[in-house]
């Protein structure tokens, strides 16, 4: 298989969810443990439902540390949240938590690639599913996208593992194309969390997440590789693969497109 320059990954961050016990002691082990100063802090969000005596920490993102020799720096930063919502309230951090049956558990994990637009239309072309479009924050120099949820077909309750791809430091040209997009939609940092968040909640009140790929190409996939062990697929099996997720994105490409009055 054919790998592309955009193919490039480095791990950009992780979202790392935990139970509100175990909120506060991991704010404080990331502080005493991994040497978090207050500059190290990249954010953190509060809400304030109806009743509260006080704002509640949503989320805050740490970086664990960062190599400055490169034109963008390469940084290990991990957000972590808590669900704060009232027990009567949906929550889909509490029911993500809840699912896995453990204190804690990795949400996502942020892929950075050089080229953010030609690895999505990449994906796109083979059938992944993307819950937002491309977005830019102003305020952190990064265009990013959120995929479906990794899950088997027909699984009765979401995964709650899914990835973010993000390009860092895009230039004047590729913001430009961005701006004339169909897809353009812009969140500033502190719209970004808040967006995704309410985004997942409201896939899980629907009790539907979206797949990162459906399940009927995912079925596809399974029975063209089905009697084999990973060390006995071949390159040519692969490609078989992929000539099923370009013909099944085509496919649904086609179906989705209006038609044309005569």
Same mark, same amino acid.
């Given at each position: 298989? %054919? %790998?592309?320059?955009?193919?490039?990954?480095?791990?950009?961050?992780?979202?790392?969810?935990?139970?509100?016990?175990?909120?506060?002691?991991?704010?404080?082990?990331?502080?005493?443990?991994?040497?978090?100063?207050?500059?190290?802090?990249?954010?953190?969000?509060?809400?304030?439902?109806?009743?509260?005596?006080?704002?509640?920490? !949503?989320?805050?993102?740490?970086?664990?540390? !960062?190599?400055?020799?490169?034109?963008?720096?390469?940084? #290990?930063?991990?957000?972590?949240?808590?669900?704060?919502?009232?027990?009567?309230?949906?929550?889909?951090?509490?029911? !993500?938590?809840?699912?896995?049956?453990?204190?804690?558990?990795?949400?996502?994990?942020?892929?950075?690639?050089?080229?953010?637009?030609?690895?999505?239309?990449?994906?796109?072309?083979?059938?992944?599913?993307?819950?937002?479009?491309?977005?830019?924050?102003?305020?952190?120099?990064?265009?990013?996208?959120?995929?479906?949820?990794?899950?088997?077909?027909?699984?009765?309750?979401?995964?709650?593992?899914?990835?973010?791809?993000?390009?860092?430091?895009?230039?004047?040209?590729?913001?430009?194309?961005?701006?004339?997009?169909?897809?353009?939609? /812009?969140?500033?940092?502190?719209?970004?969390?808040?967006?995704?968040?309410?985004?997942?909640?409201?896939?899980?009140?629907?009790?539907?997440?979206?797949?990162?790929?459906?399940?009927?190409?995912?079925?596809?996939?399974? /029975?063209?590789?089905?009697?084999?062990?990973?060390?006995?697929?071949?390159?040519?099996?692969?490609?078989?693969?992929? #000539?099923? !997720?370009?013909?099944?994105? #085509?496919?649904?490409?086609?179906? /989705?497109?209006?038609?044309? #009055?005569?």
């Amino acid at each position: 298989m %054919k %790998k592309q320059p955009f193919h490039n990954f480095v791990v950009d961050h992780m979202t790392f969810l935990v139970e509100p016990d175990l909120y506060k002691t991991t704010y404080a082990l990331f502080r005493v443990i991994f040497g978090v100063g207050r500059e190290d802090l990249i954010y953190e969000k509060r809400s304030n439902w109806p009743g509260q005596k006080k704002p509640s920490s !949503m989320t805050f993102a740490a970086r664990v540390g !960062m190599e400055k020799d490169a034109r963008v720096p390469s940084q #290990a930063i991990f957000a972590v949240v808590q669900p704060t919502e009232p027990k009567t309230r949906s929550s889909h951090v509490r029911a !993500m938590l809840k699912n896995r049956g453990g204190s804690c558990h990795w949400q996502h994990v942020a892929l950075r690639t050089p080229d953010l637009l030609g690895f999505h239309k990449f994906c796109v072309e083979r059938g992944v599913n993307f819950i937002t479009p491309i977005l830019k924050d102003a305020d952190e120099d990064l265009i990013q996208v959120f995929s479906g949820e990794w899950t088997v077909p027909g699984a009765a309750k979401p995964s709650a593992t899914f990835f973010e791809f993000v390009q860092r430091d895009p230039s004047a040209e590729l913001l430009k194309q961005l701006e004339t997009a169909s897809n353009r939609q /812009a969140w500033f940092r502190d719209k970004t969390f808040l967006g995704l968040y309410g985004e997942k909640e409201n896939e899980y009140k629907r009790g539907r997440a979206v797949p990162f790929i459906d399940d009927a190409l995912s079925r596809r996939i399974a /029975a063209r590789l089905k009697g084999r062990e990973v060390f006995e697929i071949e390159d040519s099996q692969l490609e078989q693969v992929e #000539a099923d !997720m370009l013909d099944y994105a #085509a496919a649904r490409a086609r179906k /989705a497109r209006p038609a044309v #009055a005569a």
